[in-house]
């Protein structure tokens, strides 16, 4: 078995052991390096790189150290959805290889709950945390006071002794460990990863060769003009930078969505 280093402090591995053990990969937990210094969820510490910076600067300290050839780091956000509705988690996960000088990024997203209230009276809580599900953690704030990873009965012991000094925000933690829908969302971020890490540049045979470039101007069914529709993906090596375009298989566009049919 082949031994990976991932720097997580939030019950990240077994996550990642069911997707990666298909390659013959072993996880192991890599401590010795507080990964909130790279920004918290809770807001304590801001992050000052992106997503993907993060991810890969995770994964390097994994490998570093372990002195393990192989690290990977995660990343996750958390945005507002598609038109502005709900709140779309998406999920980082970057595997670095030091001795072969490759890197590759997975994503996944998935709408989910991320939950915030104002409280000025311990009354609301009784309608609010019946609508918890099962296993997701809260976090209690007020001023600079913060309390993490409560159950439902915590937060409500909590609010209930905040409450007499002043108003209160209770929040879902969104660290992996305390939510059960991120945990899913990592989950497919792995399954992206291995089959992201299977699929080699037929090239320079470094991995990561994966189809995510959109290829705009499929064609109207109708008039046969160009649309914004794409018409399949390109995948670029950013090794040898080969490229190769995957079309997909419906070669006409919906007239609704032409310019010219309907413009």
Not at 39 to 64: D, I, N, Q, V
Not at 69 to 79: C, D, K, L, P
Not at 185 to 198: T, W
Not at 199 to 227: I, N, S, V, Y
Request: hydrophobic share 40%; charged share 15%.
């Amino acid at each position: 078995m082949q031994q990976v280093a991932f720097l997580t402090q939030h019950g990240k591995v077994p996550l990642l052991t069911e997707a990666l053990a298909a390659l013959g990969w072993q996880i192991q937990a890599v401590s010795g390096f507080d990964t909130d210094l790279l920004g918290s969820f809770a807001g304590e510490r801001p992050r000052f790189m992106t997503a993907a910076e993060c991810a890969l600067r995770k994964a390097a300290l994994a490998a570093e150290l372990s002195g393990s050839a192989i690290g990977i780091g995660s990343e996750g956000s958390f945005n507002a959805g598609p038109y502005g509705l709900g709140t779309l988690n998406q999920e980082l996960l970057c595997c670095v290889n030091i001795d072969e000088g490759w890197a590759v990024t997975a994503v996944a997203q998935q709408l989910c709950s991320a939950r915030s209230w104002q409280l000025t009276e311990a009354a609301m809580l009784q309608t609010i945390l019946p609508t918890i599900p099962d296993g997701q953690l809260l976090l209690v704030k007020q001023g600079s006071r913060l309390e993490k990873a409560l159950t439902p009965a915590q937060a409500l012991l909590c609010c209930e002794q905040w409450l007499a000094k002043g108003a209160v925000t209770l929040e879902y933690d969104l660290r992996a460990h305390c939510s059960p829908e991120r945990q899913q969302v990592i989950r497919l971020a792995a399954d992206n990863l291995r089959q992201r890490l299977q699929q080699l540049c037929p090239r320079c045979h470094k991995p990561g060769f994966w189809p995510e470039l959109p290829l705009a101007g499929l064609p109207c069914a109708d008039c046969g003009l160009p649309t914004s529709q794409p018409r399949g993906l390109r995948a670029c090596c950013r090794y040898c930078d080969y490229q190769q375009d995957f079309l997909h298989s419906s070669g006409f566009a919906d007239p609704a969505n032409c310019p010219q049919c309907n413009p």
